[in-house]
């Protein structure tokens, strides 16, 4: 099968491999859609030091072993494999395993590829009303609304989030779907006016007019969003982390300590909450998709995901003829 691999020294290019055989507990998944992530992006430039087949987010089908009850059946994945056994698993923190992987990121291989094994336990069928092209932001949708787990927003408002991009759009627009007063601040006016029909107050990240928020949350992907988030919060407020890189933020202590702030780290989400907000059609991430390529495609694709302005790109991973 194809797969897009990332190998010693950060090099990526595209490698034939065997199909992957399912162990026990485990299936076969035909990847159908695959989203570039800026984690993934992020690993281009050393982000884990991760070498194997890239990608995590993905909407496919369960291809065997025959004798699965998930056979036939369209769904996506949990990208965290845990061990079950550890005390963190066994404290219900199946997502901080001791010893866990993570699909295309941690000593796992990914979903830029026609085919993935995932354990049955972590596969969540997708609603035949949600097409592939919303299924696939499934994950990075869980990831957004995990933002309202992290912090209490009840009489918080507004919250500012930093970043229009994927994720910070995501946020925004779920943030508020859940009646939540939201101000976004990004680089982009064509991105800002994607949140605008969701009753987000929008502005470049320059005209942010100002004052301080009591919440804020960072989802820019670059060490300049947590400067303005730190520089933007009231004291005692909460600051939400989302963006990883591969970069160090030099971080003053006393930005944290004479304010009293929170710094909250907040990484993934549940599917089944994301994907009722798609079968509702309460969030359409479709319009987030900027160019969709073929898995032979996939140098180009990353090419291009990493273009100024560029939002979702998506690898169709369906084997070809």
Known sequence: MLALYCGDERQVFLKELPRPEPKSGEVLIRVGLAGICGTDLHILQGYHGFQGVMGHEFVGVVAGPQSSSWLGQRVVGEINVSCGRCDLCRRGLPRHCRIRQVIGLKNRDGVFASYLT???????AVPSQVEDEAAVFTEPLAAAMAVMEAVSLAGKSPALVVGDGNLGLLIAWAMARSGIEVHLAGHHGAHLA???????TTFLEKDLPPGDYEVIVEASGSRSGLDLALARIRPRGTVVMKSTYADRYPLDP????????????SRCGSFGPALRMLARRWIDPRP?????????????????AQGPGVLKVLLDCREEG
């Not at 994607?194 to 987000?200: R, T």
């Not at 987030?288 to 291009?304: D, M, T, V």
């Open 254 to 265: 006393a930005a944290l300590v004479v304010p009293e702030v929170r710094l909250v780290g």
């Open 288 to 304: 987030l998709i900027h160019r969709r390529f073929p898995l032979s495609q996939g140098l180009e694709a990353l090419a291009w």
């Open 118 to 124: 995932l354990p049955a336990a972590n596969l969540v």
């Open 194 to 200: 994607l949140a605008q029909p969701y009753g987000v």
